[in-house]
T-cell receptor, first 112, second 112 residues
């Protein structure tokens, strides 16, 4: 059974800092891994999708890496801004027809 | 706009009532999902349909019945609502071959 862990549960940083959000998963036989952002009271916004054959994906100030063998992914946020404050969720899919298994998220607060 | 749209956004009802939440996607995706986000913000799969066929059915009470009239729609009907059903319900869709999920904005269900 796949389990996804995100530690710490919350993180507070000053504006401008580069930061790394960690995600670990127990079953390395994944189909893909997806990072989402959720603002309070809102839905999930897909940030980056990494297929199992890929090592990383980039979008603007965001970079997500995937190391299947160690069961880890990291989301790197460069030059953080107050607008980046949100909950960041990592989710893993083990097969084309399987469910997404979510971590509990990391609530990020970027202080002006 | 291409999107996953679900209605209503808010649903407040009494215990014992029957209610439905509708979901539609105009993305041409072949797979649709229902997720539940509990009070601790943890997201858990409920159902998944691929081309109108049920492919994932997690341990969900029989009071919950998904219905997919076509590939673009996946509705969720809930009978005899209970207090514990209060949560945010998210619809999502994906294309089998690509696998990344796109989520609707959620339906906040409050059972009084």
């Amino acid at each position: 059974k796949q389990e996804v862990t995100q530690i710490p549960a919350a993180l507070s940083v000053p504006e401008g800092e580069n930061l790394v959000l960690n995600c670990s998963f127990t079953d390395s036989a994944i189909y893909n891994l997806q990072w989402f952002r959720q603002d309070p009271g809102k839905g999930l916004t897909s940030l980056l999708l990494i297929q199992s054959s890929q090592r990383e994906q980039t979008s603007g100030r965001l970079n997500a890496s995937l190391d299947k063998s160690s069961g880890r992914s990291t989301l790197y946020i460069a030059a953080s801004q107050p607008g980046d404050s949100a909950t960041y969720l990592c989710a893993v899919k083990n097969g084309a027809n399987s469910k997404l298994t979510f971590g509990k998220g990391i609530t990020l607060s970027v202080r002006p | 706009d291409t999107a996953v749209s679900q209605t209503p956004k808010y649903l407040v009802t009494q215990m014992g009532n029957d209610k439905s939440i509708k979901c539609e996607q105009n993305l041409g995706h072949d797979t649709m999902y229902w997720y539940k986000q509990d009070s601790k913000k943890f997201l858990k799969i409920m159902f998944s349909y691929n081309n109108k066929e049920l492919i994932i059915n997690e341990t969900v009470p029989n009071r919950f019945s998904p219905k997919s009239p076509d590939k673009a729609h996946l509705n969720l009907h809930i009978n005899s609502l209970e207090l514990g059903d209060s949560a945010v319900y998210f619809c999502a869709s994906s294309q089998h071959s690509q696998g990344g999920l796109l989520f609707g904005s959620g339906t906040q269900l409050s059972v009084l």
